[in-house]
């Protein structure tokens, strides 16, 4: 599980607060994804950078902006959350081929958010 | 359109005996279809995945899964259950060619296995 890392584990924030997710991936893919990940509910992906290029779920609020400075690292910046953000937040990475194709996703631990 | 659907919220199953969790999926075109598997606080763990070949393919841990055309479905499977491998599981799928490149997850089944 050390091929995608993310940090920290588990946040606590308030809703007037400012935080970011950290993912790093060693796998030497050009692709990686946020996902949140609610209970009973299926898992909704939020941002996919893929070739330097950003794919978002139209339905993601604005108090959560994505950052991909390099194909390795990709980071999700929150502010003014609701208690309603609180989640697993999941990162992932894939190698994506030529015609865009993406294959096997390989997934980070996750951090566990909890708005107050 | 790409969809999945995993029809149990939970499957309970005794130690030793056979397995399945069920998947069933919808596309246009042809699918490609990956089981992954969640254990308490980690993330999504790959199974294994169908492209294209056998109908049965073989995974990590000692699961298999087999795709069916006619139901369009892709039931996850086991011989022989063991406690370790109660944890949640995720079909996904993607449709190729003309679907979104990125898959579709289902909504998760919890799989336990009773000692």
């Known amino acids: 599980e050390t091929g995608v890392t993310q940090t920290p584990r588990h946040l606590v924030m308030g809703m007037t607060n400012k935080k970011s997710l950290k993912c790093e991936q060693h796998?030497?893919?050009?692709?990686m994804y946020w996902y949140k990940q609610s209970a009973k509910k299926p898992l909704e992906l939020m941002f996919v950078?893929?070739?330097?290029?950003?794919?978002e779920n139209n339905s993601v609020p604005s108090r959560f902006s994505p950052e991909c400075p390099n194909s390795s690292h990709l980071f999700l910046h929150l502010h003014t959350l609701q208690p309603e953000d609180s989640a697993l937040y999941l990162c992932?990475?894939?190698?994506?081929?030529?015609?865009?194709?993406?294959?096997?996703?390989?997934f980070g631990p996750g951090t566990r958010l909890t708005v107050l | 359109a790409q969809s999945v659907a995993q029809p149990e919220d939970q499957v309970n199953v005794a130690e030793g005996n056979p397995l399945t969790v069920k998947c069933t999926y919808s596309?246009?075109?042809?699918?490609?279809l990956f089981w992954y598997v969640q254990y308490p606080n980690r993330g999504l763990q790959f199974l294994l995945k169908?492209?294209?070949?056998?109908?049965l393919v073989k995974g990590s841990y000692g699961f298999e899964a087999e795709f069916n055309k006619s139901q369009t479905s892709f039931h996850l499977k086991k011989p022989s259950a063991l406690v370790s491998d109660s944890a949640l599981y995720f079909c996904?799928?993607?449709?190729?060619?003309?679907?979104?490149?990125?898959?579709?997850f289902g909504r998760g089944t919890s799989l336990i296995v009773h000692p």
């Open positions: 992932a990475s894939s190698q994506e081929g030529a015609s865009g194709i993406t294959d096997t996703q390989y």
């Open positions: 796998l030497g893919h050009n692709a």
């Open positions: 950078y893929s070739l330097e290029e950003r794919v």
């Open positions: 596309v246009s075109g042809n699918p490609y």
């Open positions: 169908y492209i294209t070949g056998d109908n």
């Open positions: 996904a799928v993607r449709d190729e060619p003309g679907g979104s490149y990125i898959p579709t």
